[in-house]
C-alpha cells in the first residue's frame, strides 16, 4: 500500500460544486502539506498543518479550506469551485525536523468545466 | 525572499551522455537546496538535499548536485544517462529547513536511444 493516498484520483466537475480531495498516511508524519501544480509554474503551498491543531495558510490558500481530522488524515476542500482551479493537487508529509515535503501522493487531477 | 529559476523547461540528452540541470536559487539566509523528480502519473519523489554540510551532495539513481554559493547554483548532473531517467526534475529551495519550500517550473528530461 501506498504511504500517502489521495483520493479521487480524478475528478470533473462543474463551476460551484462543493469538492472535497482526501488524504491519509501511513508514515506518522506530523506535517502535512497541499499543493497544487500547474503547467510550467511547478508547484504552490495551498496550506499545510503541523499537527492536528495547527492548520496554516500558504502562498494560494484563497478559495480552498482544510481540515486536519487525525494525524493521518488531512482533507482539501474547494467551497464552490471555479475553471482555474483545475489543475492537478499534491497531498505530501513530512517530519518535523526536516521541514521539507518528503513523501508526495499520486495526486488529484481536478477538472472544473 | 526565496526564488528558485530553473533554466530550460526541456533538456534532452542521448542515452549514456551526461545530464546537467540548472538551478539557480535566491536566499537572504542560508538556503536548504533541494532536487525532486517527479516519473508519469506519479507525485514527486525526493533525490537528494543540501543542508549547510558537504557541498557535492550525492542522491539515489546516481545523480549528485553542487552547491556553490559565488553562483548561487545547485545544479544536478548525472554521469550517463538512462531511458528510465526521462521524467520532470524540480529544484526547490527553503530557508532553513523550515515549512515553506520554494519549487522551480521543473524542468523536464528526454532520453533518446
Known amino acids: 500500500d501506498a504511504d500517502v493516498t489521495q483520493t479521487p484520483r480524478n475528478r470533473i466537475t462543474k463551476t460551484g460544486k462543493r469538492i472535497m480531495l482526501e488524504c491519509s498516511q501511513t508514515?506518522?508524519?506530523?506535517?502535512m502539506y497541499w499543493y497544487r501544480q500547474d503547467p510550467g509554474l511547478g508547484l504552490q503551498l495551498i496550506y499545510y498543518?503541523?499537527?492536528?491543531?495547527?492548520?496554516n495558510k500558504g502562498e494560494i490558500s484563497d478559495g480552498y479550506s482544510v481540515s486536519r481530522q487525525a494525524q493521518a488524515k488531512f482533507s482539501l476542500s474547494l467551497e464552490s469551485a471555479i475553471p482555474n482551479q483545475t489543475a492537478l493537487y499534491f497531498c505530501?508529509?513530512?517530519?518535523?525536523?526536516?521541514?521539507?515535503?518528503?513523501?508526495f501522493g499520486d495526486g488529484t487531477r481536478l477538472s472544473i468545466l | 525572499a526565496q526564488s528558485v529559476t530553473q533554466l530550460g523547461s526541456h533538456v534532452s540528452v542521448s542515452e549514456g551522455a551526461l545530464v546537467l540541470l540548472r538551478c539557480n536559487y535566491s536566499?537572504?539566509?542560508?538556503?536548504?537546496l533541494f532536487w525532486y523528480v517527479q516519473y508519469p502519473n506519479q507525485g514527486l519523489q525526493l533525490l537528494l538535499k543540501?543542508?549547510?554540510?558537504?557541498?557535492l551532495v550525492k542522491g539515489i539513481n546516481g545523480f549528485e548536485a553542487e552547491f556553490k554559493k559565488s553562483e548561487t547554483s545547485f545544479h544536478l548532473t548525472k554521469p550517463s544517462a538512462h531511458m528510465s531517467d526521462a521524467a520532470e526534475y524540480f529544484c526547490?529551495?527553503?530557508?532553513?529547513?523550515?515549512?515553506?519550500?520554494?519549487f522551480g517550473a521543473g524542468t523536464r528530461l528526454f532520453v533518446k536511444a
Open positions: 543540501y543542508t549547510s554540510a558537504a557541498t
Open positions: 508514515k506518522g508524519h506530523d506535517r
Open positions: 536566499s537572504s539566509v542560508p538556503p536548504y
Open positions: 498543518s503541523f499537527d492536528v491543531k495547527d492548520i
Open positions: 526547490a529551495v527553503s530557508e532553513g529547513g523550515g515549512f515553506k519550500t520554494i
Open positions: 505530501a508529509t513530512s517530519v518535523n525536523r526536516d521541514g521539507q515535503p518528503q513523501h
